[in-house]
Every structure is written in C-alpha cells, then in structure tokens.
C-alpha cells in the first residue's frame, strides 16, 4: 500500500443516481463523491436528500440527545495541544500561560473554539501511571481548564481506551473518565481511536459532555456523540458533502491530516461543508506547524462562521448550488436562513482565477457582498435573463457571499441580526485582507530548527572517584529505536503521508551518526539514594516544582529515582560534575565500563533539545519496568547500549519517575605527552 495515498476506506463513496437503487450502501461513507459533470448535481443533491430521509427511518434516528451542549454546532476550530507545550506552559518557571497561548491562538489562527489538552501519550508506559494519573496529578490544572473556558475556549480531555498495562483503577474506565470530567470541568473528551464510545461511558458521562470519536462516527452514534475527528477523509475532485454532517447537521466535524504541510483540501471541505477544523501543530513531539496560507484562510473563515452559525446548523443546505458554468473549477454551497441567503465559495483552480463564482436566475434583495475581501459584488448580466457574481480568487482562494440591506454599513443583515465582528464587510479589522485583495498565498512550510543544548563542560585533571575515563576520538554510532510518531530527534517521521501503519509505523529503525568525542570519565554507577540525600543535606535544594520530589525509596545504594532533568543536573553541579551526552553513555556501554544498580533504571542523558514548542531528552538503558498491552505504551525492559528513547518533557514535575535515574561524567584533560 502507498502511504502517501488514501486506503480503500478512506476514499470518498460515490452516490448511486439511480432513483430505484440501494443507497443504504452510503451508511458507511466518509464523504459522499459528488460527480464531475455539473449537469448530474441535481439528481446528486436528489439522491442524498432521499439517503437521508430513509437512513433517519432506517436507524429510527430520534434526533440528537444534544440538549446540554448548544455550544458544539458552533465549536468550528479545535487544537488538539500537547499539555506541555512551550505555547501553554513556562518549563523555565513551572506555570501554565493559558493568556499567552489564546493571544497567540487569536494572531495565527484567529482563535480557537476548543482545545484538546493531550496530556499522557508518547511518554505513558515509562512506569505503572496510568491515563488519569497524568491529568490528576497536576495540582493547577482545574485553574487552567477554567482560564482557557473565562477566555471562551471550550476544554476536551483525551480518552486512550488502549491503556490497559499500567496501573488500574478501583473503578471502571467509564466512572474513573467521568469523574475526573466533573473534577476538572471539562467540556468534552476526544475518544482516541475510538470511532464510538460505549453505551457505559456516554451514560456516565452524561448528556452535558461531548463525546467526539475519531474518524467515522456510526449513523446510530450520531445522536450521542456531539463531534467526530475527520481525519483521514479524502474528497472528490469536485467537493463531496461529509456523510455525518449531511445526515445531521448539528453534528460538528473536524477536519484533519495530522502530517500533511498542506491543508487547503480539509479547509475546502470543511467550509462547503459548514464544518469545523483541527488545528495540529506539533504532532506528538513532532513540529508540523501551518503554513501562512492555511493559517489566512482559517483566520478568513472563523469569523463568517461564528456569526453565520445558524445558517449552517438550521438553513437550507444546497451543496454545489449555482455554479457559474463551463470548466471553472469554482464551486460553493448556498445556505438559506432567515431570508438571507450565503454562498461559501472555494476555488480548486492552481492559478489565481478571475471570472465568476456563482450563476444566479434572480437577484436576491439587498446589496451583495463578499465578506472575505470586504468588497462590494456588481451583479453582471449573463445574456439569459440571469446574473453572474465573481472576481478575483488567488489559487485555493475563498470567498463568502451575502446580502445587506440597501444603505446597511453596520452589523444588520437581512432580517437577521450580525454579531459584533461581521460588519458591512466581513471580518474584524486585522482579520481581512485590505478592501479588494484576496488572500494572500504563501505555501512554504514554517521549518523550525529543533535545538540540542549544549553540554556544560567540567574539566578534572584525573579521573574522579567512583569512575572510568573514556579514551576521546571519532566513533561510528549505530542508533537503534523504535518509529514511533514522535521521530527521535526533529524529525517528522511520515512527512505528507496519509495514515502511517504496520510495519512502518512501530517498526524497529536504524541511523549511524559519527561523533568526535573528547576525553571524558563516566561514573560506573548511578547517583545512588544515599549520595543524593547528601547533595539535599548540603545544599537545602529545593525545586521550581516540588511534586514527586524525594519518592524515591529502596536501600541507600539503589540508583536515586523521582529526579527530573533538573534536579540531576543540580547534583551533578554539586558535585563538581555534570550528565553525560547519550553519545558519551552510549560508549561508554558499549565498552563494557558501567555498572545497572538493581532494579534497572532508564539512565537520563545530557541531550535535552527543544524546537520552541516541545522539549525532550533521550534516554538510554532501558528499565525492569515495562507496560504490556500496546504498541502505544513507551518502550520498556531493559536495553542494548545502541537503544535511545525519545522522552517528551513533562511539566508539574510528572516527568518525575521511579524508573529513571542518571550517573554523572567529566571532560579530562588530556594528557600532556611528553
């Protein structure tokens, strides 16, 4: 199978035109295919409108149980954030900056509606936490919940229904998920792999939490499951209509490709589909950041669709509606409410496009408007008794047509009331191109450079006591690990690839990286329990955040655990020393020169990097401890010395472990030959 290409059940399903045929084939759609020719749009639009009329009877669809959760229709825009993101938390001084990250989120984005704070996975399975312990264990984190709700951001927490191989629970998954729902205000829960939730885990939850599922919801679940995560749909050449939104349109979707540089299809669909997007900068570790163009046009629709929510939750829905005709590859949907109608329009043209959008039998009332570019429309004959509205569109541009009323310069529309924010022209002011222009395009992907903190050094004229020196020199390293989605350094493992699978995702992956090391001394053995509760005697040391500090328990020469990268590093300071690199330790196992203290520890390393939005640090050893049950879980047993693990820095002092502990290093001078 091509990983740069859908699978079989991620293409979009075409529509049967045949009035008598069997359209319960589409229950199971992603999108509905819309066909090529314009000319068979209307038994297209025919065939789906009676897909729905008899799927409903089909399923004795009883309407959604949505009544707590008017908000989720209007939930366009979700992030899902990793927890310790540099956006959302200060490694530097241990606090959460939730104004910091909804300011940046309004510039790049123009703001989100929701964030999933994705808090457990990669770095689950070091040691027996479970799911819930990495949200609970967080004193602040029901002030951050409630911070990013007073700043308008509803709160999802994630569910990993695979997490069966660390510690359990006294209470079933659905009671533990529920309870810390209710403890921690949250709004909804994203369900990880999970494209339904159990029967027991909605009633636990109750009807004010929304459920979103990954990927395709069942019909029977739209009723209680709010949202669903779009991820991996692939359209049409001419824009489909999602089947969950067709089928009920207060069901919310987000849109997705977690490793694309490229998101112009998703937002495409998701605007002709009145649906929301997920926003998914740093995929596990991994930076796949938005490119200018994709983060414009986002910041263009968000504004039309809070104000025109109604329109596409209550109006009358006409998915490729009044094409102007010909080969233009400009398409747009037409939503009814209240009296006034709205056009969302995409061009799927690969230049800038100038000619029209929409081809209209009859003028609606009131002065037309393209509430993207700000500028006044002048309807054009078309020879017919018809009118043509268009312009300019650069390549994957979007435009929002609409109606004001004759002399309307404020927030009236129609007979319908604007919100603040959709004036006569569209967006508010810094969220919209100047009068006239489109969009701006710049598809270069945003790089960022993932940065290795350099190693302090600590020169000693002989070896230390209790280690080994490490002759200095040139080595060819072979790294092994395993190809998890978060890469091992900064790189994006599956870069423009469709869904990664066994066996490229999880297999066993190989690099040789040639390193000039200088003299060193490494200590044969861990810090033990003994010589760390010396270093707090002497020293008061006390850290930014205390929680998990000084767990670690077992006879006085067992390896010290519950440090962080922090606190080795303040003992080895102490002590004159410092950590050694993964390259130095990787040596210096290989040689046979240290020492595993019982029970096997991961050993931390002096190879911390950061990209700006997440930190890591590889670890090297391996431990006694290992989560069973998942590929998900992180590696765990003990490990040959050419094994790294990438470990995602936590925050709130979680990364904390009892099954990590380090040793220290020296550089040497080198001797001087006589």
């Known amino acids: 199978m091509n990983p740069y290409l859908p699978r079989p059940i991620d293409l979009p399903t075409p529509v049967p035109l045949d009035s008598a045929a069997d359209l319960s084939t589409l229950d199971e759609a992603k999108i509905f295919a819309a066909p090529d020719e314009p000319a068979r749009w209307p038994a297209w639009r025919s065939a789906l409108a009676r897909w729905r009329d008899e799927s409903r009877r089909r399923t004795a669809y009883p309407g959604p149980a949505y009544a707590g959760l008017t908000w989720t229709p209007a939930c366009h825009s979700v992030a899902l954030v990793w927890l310790w993101d540099e956006t959302l938390y200060d490694h530097d001084t241990g606090k959460f900056t939730p104004e910091a990250f909804v300011d940046r989120a309004r510039e790049d984005f123009g703001g989100f509606d929701g964030v999933v704070l994705w808090h457990a996975y990669p770095v689950i399975g070091l040691d027996p936490r479970n799911q819930y312990d990495y949200y ?51 709004d909804g829960v994203f369900l990880d792999t999970l494209k339904e939730g159990a029967g027991a885990l909605v009633a636990a939850l109750g009807p004010d939490v929304a459920l979103e599922s990954e990927s395709r919801v069942p019909l029977r679940r739209i009723e209680d499951h709010a949202m669903s995560w779009a991820q991996w749909f692939a359209d049409s050449r001419v824009p489909g209509v999602l089947r969950a939104r067709w089928f009920e349109r207060r069901h919310q979707l987000h849109h997705t490709r977690r490793w694309h540089r490229d998101h112009l299809d998703e937002l495409h669909s998701a605007w002709l589909n009145g649906a929301g997007v997920l926003v998914w900068e740093a ?193 060819e390293l072979t790294v092994r690990y395993r190809m998890r989605e978060t890469g091992l350094y900064g790189e994006a493992p599956y870069v423009d690839e469709w869904k990664p699978l066994p066996p490229r995702l999880h297999q066993p992956a190989t690099l040789v990286r040639t390193v000039q090391l200088r003299r060193f001394a490494i200590a044969e053995r861990e810090v033990s329990n003994a010589q760390f509760a010396a270093f707090l005697a002497a020293t008061q040391y006390r850290p930014v955040r205390p929680e998990r500090f000084g767990l670690s328990d ?64 590889i670890l090297k050893g391996g431990s006694d401890f290992r989560a069973d049950g998942s590929d998900w879980y992180l590696d765990g047993g003990p490990q040959p010395p050419e094994v790294s693990v990438k470990l995602l820095l936590l925050g709130a002092g979680l990364t904390r472990s009892p099954c990590i502990g380090f040793r220290c290093a020296a550089d040497l001078e080198t001797p001087v030959v006589p």
Do not use: C
């Open 554 to 617: 077992g006879p006085p020469d067992a390896a010290v655990t519950h440090v962080e990268l922090s606190d080795a590093r303040a003992y080895a300071a102490w002590a004159g020393l410092r950590l050694p690199t993964e390259d130095e330790w990787q040596v210096a196992s290989a040689a046979g020169l240290l020492v595993r203290s019982q029970p096997l520890v991961w050993n931390w390393t002096e190879s911390e990097h950061s990209d700006g939005r997440t930190r890591f640090a």
């Open 283 to 475: 995929v596990f570790g991994v930076w796949v950041g938005w490119n200018d163009r994709d983060r414009t046009t986002l910041r263009a629709m968000l504004p039309v669709q809070r104000a025109f929510n109604q329109w596409f939750t209550d109006g009358v829905w006409t998915p490729l509606a009044d094409h102007p005709g010909g080969d233009a590859q400009v398409y747009a949907s037409r939503w009814d409410h209240a009296g006034t109608p709205l056009w969302t329009v995409v061009s799927r043209e690969q230049a800038e496009y100038d000619g029209p959008w929409l081809s209209l039998d009859s003028l609606p009332d009131g002065r037309l408007v393209d509430l993207i570019s700000g500028t006044e429309l002048r309807p054009q004959p078309d020879g017919r008794g018809g009118f043509r509205l268009g312009g300019r569109l650069p390549a994957g541009g979007i435009a929002a047509v609409t109606t004001l009323t004759a002399g309307a310069t404020g927030p009236t529309q129609g007979t319908a009331a604007v919100p603040a924010g959709i004036a006569a022209v569209a967006a508010p002011a810094g969220e919209r191109p100047a009068a006239g222009q489109p969009i701006a395009s710049g598809a270069t992907f945003p790089a960022r450079a993932t940065v290795r903190r350099p190693a302090p050094v600590v020169r000693h004229a002989t070896v230390p006591t209790g280690m080994v020196p490490v002759p200095g020199g040139r080595h």
């Open 136 to 186: 609970r264990d967080i004193p602040e984190l029901v002030d951050l919940v409630a911070a990013l709700k007073r700043h308008g951001v509803r709160v999802f927490l994630d569910y990993n229904p695979w997490d069966t191989g660390t510690r359990r629970e006294p209470m079933d998954d659905a009671t533990a998920l529920a309870t810390l729902v209710r403890d921690l205000g949250a």
